[in-house]
Structures are given as C-alpha cells and as structure tokens.
Nanobody, 117 residues
Framework: QVDLVESGGGSVQSGGSLRLSCAVTGFTVGSHCMSWFRQTPGQEREAIADIDVDGMIGYIDAVKGRFTIFQDNEKNTLYLQMNNLNSTDTAMYYC???????????WGHGTQVTVSS
C-alpha cells in the first residue's frame, strides 16, 4: 500500500526556517519523480521543487536559493529545507510522486506552513 505522510510544518516568523519531511511507503523514493507542491486558499496547487529519478532537481524562481529538496534513500523520505521564509510562503505543502515529473500519481495529505511578518 502506498502512503505519503508529510510532517514538519508549523508557524514561523519571517526569516525563519523549517524542514518538511515526506515519509514514503509502498515504493522507493528513487524510483519516482518526487515533488513538493503548495497551495493557498482559492489558488491552484503549484509545483515548487522536484527531484527526478536521474537526480535532476528543479525549483520555481520564487523559492530558488532559499529552498532545498533532497531525499534519504535509507529512510525512504523526501525533504524540503526552507530558509529565509516570508509571508508569501504561507501555504499548505504537499509531497507528490509519479513515474514522470509531469504526471503525479500519489499525494500526501499536506502540512501547513504559516509565516508571520
């Protein structure tokens, strides 16, 4: 059975840091494209960072230089290190997995990140 469980969200002041985790069961993280998405109320869910099966990593401009996506194959866990957070980063964050980085089959339930100024 496949399951993705996010953790690590919370409330932080502007300029602070958080590390999100996504524990995966049912497949190995290295076998799928793994991605972090975020969504704010009334907005579409947007992909912000992904790591493909060949190790290629991509970020949207809004988080480039501040966020780092990485995975621990031994723990079968995906991470998102978020530094220098600001209010625009406030959102529900989801991890997702798919055979390709444009087609995600599995989703977590999300973890809330709130950044106050």
């Amino acid at each position: 059975q496949v399951d993705l469980v996010e953790s690590g969200g919370g409330s932080v002041q502007s300029g602070g840091s958080l590390r999100l985790s996504c524990a995966v069961t049912g497949f190995t993280v290295g076998s799928h494209c793994m991605s972090w998405f975020r969504q704010t109320p009334g907005q579409e869910r947007e992909a912000i960072a992904d790591i493909d099966v060949d190790g290629m990593i991509g970020y949207i401009d809004a988080v480039k230089g501040r966020f780092t996506i990485f995975q621990d194959n031994e723990k079968n866990t995906l991470y998102l290190q978020m530094n220098n957070l600001n209010s625009t980063d406030t959102a529900m964050y989801y991890c997702a997995a798919g055979r390709r980085c444009y087609e995600f089959t599995y989703w977590g339930h999300g973890t809330q990140v709130t950044v106050s100024s």
